[in-house]
Nanobody
Framework: QVQLVESGGGLVQAGGSLRLSCAAS????????MGWFRQAQGKGREFVGA????????YYGNSVKGRFTISKDNAKNTMYLQMNSLKPEDTAVYYC????????????????WGQGTQVTVSS
């Protein structure tokens, strides 16, 4: 069992920044990846980015590439999402998840999810 707790969402003006955190606890292993997805109202869940915990290499969705950055703190078992140059279309509920599947681009492959945190970007 893995528990994920997200924090850091809120309301920000366009062009601003926010940092989300996702703290993991419970049974994990070095072969897992953590990912961020978002879901805007009335839309499906969209891949934002992911980081395989061992390699630390980051992967991003096209809509956030160059603006968002994923990082991790091994000691705290926490993943971060630094979001810069935010746009109104970034407004969504952001979720973090854990997967042991090599295809971390698909939300169907994630076994555990956080509760979600709302990010609202005003124009």
């Amino acid at each position: 069992q893995v528990q994920l707790v997200e924090s850091g969402g809120g309301l920000v003006q366009a062009g601003g920044s926010l940092r989300l955190s996702c703290a993991a606890s419970g049974r994990t292993s070095s072969s897992y990846s953590m990912g961020w997805f978002r879901q805007a109202q009335g839309k499906g869940r969209e891949f934002v980015g992911a980081i395989p915990w061992t390699s630390g290499i980051t992967y991003y969705g096209n809509s956030v590439k160059g603006r968002f950055t994923i990082s991790k703190d091994n000691a705290k078992n926490t993943m971060y999402l630094q979001m810069n140059s935010l746009k109104p279309e970034d407004t969504a509920v952001y979720y973090c998840g854990v997967t042991w599947d090599g295809n971390f681009y698909s939300d169907a492959n994630y076994r555990y999810w956080g509760q979600g945190t709302q990010v609202t970007v005003s124009s």
